[in-house]
C-alpha cells in the first residue's frame, strides 16, 4: 500500500503530468472541468492546483458529491421507503451493504 501512495507522490510524476496537461491544452480553446468531490475540492484548493494549470484551462467545484451533501433526513426517508418495500437506488458508497 505504502508503494502505492508514494507514487501519487513523486514531485516528478506531478511535473510530467503537468507538462503534457499545458502541452495539450495550447492548442485547445477554453476548458471548463467541473468536479463533484468536497475531498477534490478541498485537495485542489490546499495545493493550489489551479495556479499550475495554464490560464485556457478552469477547474471549477461542482455541486458536492451525493455522500457530501446529502441531508440526514434524506437518508432516513429513503431507508424507511426502502423498509416498506420501495426499491431505493443510490451511488454504492451512499450505503453500505452487508
Do not use: F
Amino acid at each position: 500500500m505504502r508503494q502505492i501512495i508514494s507514487r501519487y507522490r513523486d514531485p516528478g510524476l506531478a511535473k510530467s503530468i503537468l507538462q503534457k496537461i499545458w502541452e495539450i491544452s495550447k492548442d485547445l480553446p477554453r476548458v471548463k472541468i467541473m468536479h463533484v468531490c468536497g475531498t477534490h475540492e478541498w485537495t485542489i484548493t490546499h495545493w493550489g492546483i489551479r495556479t499550475l494549470l495554464p490560464e485556457n484551462v478552469e477547474v471549477r467545484a461542482g455541486p458536492g458529491c451525493p455522500v457530501c451533501i446529502t441531508p440526514a433526513s434524506d437518508i432516513d426517508a429513503a431507508i424507511k421507503l426502502a423498509l416498506d418495500g420501495i426499491h431505493v437506488l443510490t451511488y454504492g458508497d451512499m450505503s453500505r451493504a452487508k
